[in-house]
Nanobody, 121 residues
Framework: QVQLVESGGGLVQPGGSLRLSCVAS????????MAWYRQAPGNQRDLVAT???????NYADSVKGRFTISRDNAKNTVYLQMNSLNPEDTAVYYC???????????????WGQGTQVTVSS
């Protein structure tokens, strides 16, 4: 079994910051790309940021310059530092990992359960 568990969400005022974490655990052989997505009520799930195993990053235009994705490969953990938050950032944030389980030869995508981020005064 593989689990992704997010933490760090909550309520923050406009202009504030939050740091999300996501830990992957279980029968994991190799984690490749990791990513953060978000989904606001009534909207589709959108990509926020990605990071490869080597540390290359990519961001949605709406968060460039405000959000930073990073990872600690030794801890199977990915982070999302979110600064200058605004109400449009309100959503459930989901962690995603593309990985290879032990005793398998096919890579698969796994998702966390999501963590709520609410930006409001």
């Amino acid at each position: 079994q593989v689990q992704l568990v997010e933490s760090g969400g909550g309520l923050v005022q406009p202009g504030g910051s939050l740091r999300l974490s996501c830990v992957a655990s279980g029968r994991i052989r190799t984690i490749y790309a990791m990513a953060w997505y978000r989904q606001a009520p009534g909207n589709q799930r959108d990509l926020v940021a990605t990071i490869t195993s080597g540390g290359a990053t990519n961001y949605a235009d709406s968060v460039k310059g405000r959000f930073t994705i990073s990872r600690d490969n030794a801890k199977n953990t990915v982070y999302l530092q979110m600064n200058s938050l605004n109400p449009e950032d309100t959503a459930v944030y989901y962690c995603n990992a593309n990985l290879l389980k032990t005793f398998t030869t096919r890579r698969s995508d796994y998702w966390g359960q999501g963590t709520q981020v609410t930006v409001s005064s």
